[in-house]
Every structure is written in C-alpha cells, then in structure tokens.
C-alpha cells in the first residue's frame, strides 16, 4: 500500500497505519517492522547525534584487525551476548559487515581454497534460506558454487555448510548434517535471541553471524557481525570487506552501537514498569501472535504448523517453547501451492520451493506491524471458512 491509500490512528505510543481491507499485504520479506512500538516507546534513549565534522575518516581503531570496526559497536556487541549469555566472544575477533549478508560473502571467500582447480560445494539443509543459493552463486566465483541440499551431498571432498539454528525458514534448532572430514561449518545464528526461541547455552562455533536486523529490528542499518575464533579466517573476511566496501558506515555503526548497548543495559531487569527489556517486548508479542495462528489453524484441517519442544531459557529462567520469527505453513493437500492459495487472498507469501522444499510449503513473516499480522489472520480466517464452504 503507498502512504496515500492507508488510514493512519493514534496508538498509545504512536501513528499506526490501518491498512484498508482489500490491499496486498506483504508477508513475503522478514521485515522486523513490528518492534516499532518499543523503539518510540524508548523515545530519545537511542538518539545519536553525529556533527558534520566527526567521523569522516575510513578508520576507526589500530587497536583491532578489523580496523573500520567501531569500538563503541565492539563493546556493545560483547556486552550483549554477555547479557543475553547466547554467544561466548572471548577470544573472539569480531567483523562488522553491512548486514550479515555481505559477511556471508566474506565468509565464503576467507574459507574457501585458493589453490584448487575446481569450486568447492556450497550444502545447507532443506529447507535452507532462500539467500544462499543467490549469495554464493551470483558471481559465479572460481572459489565456491552451491551444490545444494545438504542432504544428499556425497561426494567426498571438502565442502562448505551453512548451518541456520534456528533455522529461516521453520524455526527448528540445528546442526551440521553432513559431518565430514574436509567440512568447515558455517553457523548463521540470525535468531537466536530470546523473542524468538529459548536460550539454552553460550555458542561457541568457529564462525557465527549475527545481525541487527532479526536482533533489535533495525535492518534499515544494515549492520551485522561475525565471532570468528581463527584469526587467519578473521583476517581472510577483513581483506574481502576492504576490496568490497573499504569497511562499513560509521553512522550505521554509532547508531547500531547505541541501540544495542541500551537493549543490553535493559534486557538485566524482567518485569520492570519501565517495560524497557527489548527481550520482554518482543517474546511477548510473538508469544500472542503465535497463540492466536495456531488458535486458528487447529480449527482446520487445512494446514498444520511445526510443533517446538518445551525447553529451560537461561536467559528468562523459564520452560518455554519457540515463537519462531516465521511461520512455516504446510497445506495438508498434497497437491495444494500454498504461495498462490494465499496470493488468492492477497498476501503474499514465500514458497517452500525457494527453500528447496516443496510447494505445498509457504513461509509467512511474523515480524509484520500489528496491521499487517491482524489483516493476514482474517484473511486466513477468510480461506479456512471459503475451503470449508462455512461462508
Ligand atoms: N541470515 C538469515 C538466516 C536471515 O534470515 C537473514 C535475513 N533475512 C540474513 C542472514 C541477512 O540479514 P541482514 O543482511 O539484514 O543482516
């Protein structure tokens, strides 16, 4: 919808758009939109002022390897795993990247051979983020090339896998399927954090991302890290960043630095009047969301949705299940597409086929203003009464 064909109201802590009940909603992109009300909420708390004056330099420290690193991000990313206790960083060289999408270039290029004839293969587990296959094969690279479902990978040579936990685009914990000699694993860790599933222990991998985007909802910054424990690979990425983008925004970083270290100084105190633990915020408003699809979706035989464990968050301290950042719709006819039965309906909706799995499948975004889940829920409402000729 363009500005001109919404309505907008007054919410409490702002201007919410209502969306008129015949436009396309967009459901499609993972655009964290719905952390907005928390964001006004903090008001002034994240504001970043940068004179004309300041920053115009390419460097940012001599005192890292990733030397346009801002140390103000530096210390606010290790203060929030810290907080969080979702990944260990001692020890850790930190790269910063224009979201992690750019570091999964740099990933690829600082680990794949130099010296080989032919690309080594690029696997990660069906279904995979739609992203991988179009990251690691656009530039049709000597270096590497994807070879797709990391489950039917055989060939005994030495292979790249990209591990996402929890996983884009159904929200199940993972780990390495392959399991070779010559494997070098690449975890993509994108949604661990409280909101959407439990923390169940500090990470420690060789190479992790993270991303600002899925973490506190500013993917607009662009700004995502890598905890890389060997410092030849850190090294490897540092110089793929250089020859790529000579470094990363300052501004994106200041800002991203800010916004970060207030979610870590916010996220110690649980129940607070306040209501600044971002952690909070967020699992509570997935945690509805998730309560009210599968309230609607038990109803109908039409669709069924992954269940996830009950599991001990060290973070909450609490038994709780995943509120994945995504809904991984199955259409219980076989022979259903369930992008197009949605797009029937005007929202739209990734196919499972993007993420090598079957069309049957469609990922929805949870991550949408209040708006865009409500409208999604009566239109989904809508298809379940049409189907089952209740109308
Ligand atoms: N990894 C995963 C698993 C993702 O879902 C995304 C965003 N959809 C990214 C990486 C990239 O995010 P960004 O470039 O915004 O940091």
Known sequence: ATPNDTDTKENGGGVTRILPSDSVINLDHGDPTMYEAFWRKMGDRCTVVIKGYEHLSYFSTNKNPCWFLEPKLEESIRSLHGAVGNAETDGYTIVVGTGSSQLLQAVLYAVSPQDQPNPISVVSAAPYYSSYPETTDIVKSGLYKWAGDAHGFDKDEPYIEFVTSPNNPNGVIRGPVVNRAGGI?????????????PITSS???DIMLFTASKCTGHAGSRIGWALVKDKEVAKRMISFMVVNSIGVSKESQLRVAKILQVVADGCKRFGSPDG???????????????????????????????KY???????????????????????????EDCEELFKGHKVLVRSGRR???????????MMGKDDEF????ERLTSVIQMCSGDH
């Open 309 to 335: 464990p009950l599991q001990h968050c060290n973070y909450t301290g609490e038994l709780t299940q995943a509120h994945p950042a995504f809904a991984w719709i199955k259409c219980k006819d076989e022979m």
């Open 355 to 365: 993420f090598g799995s079957d069309p049957g499948y469609a990922r929805v975004s």
């Open 374 to 377: 409500n409208q999604f829920i």
């Open 276 to 306: 600044d633990n971002f952690f909070e915020f967020g699992r509570n408003a997935m945690a509805k969301r998730w309560e009210i699809l599968r309230e609607i979706v038990k109803k109908t035989q039409m669709f069924t949705l992954p």
């Open 203 to 205: 990470i420690d991998f």
């Open 185 to 197: 694993v690449v975890h993509d860790l994108a949604y661990y954090w409280p909101q959407y599933t």
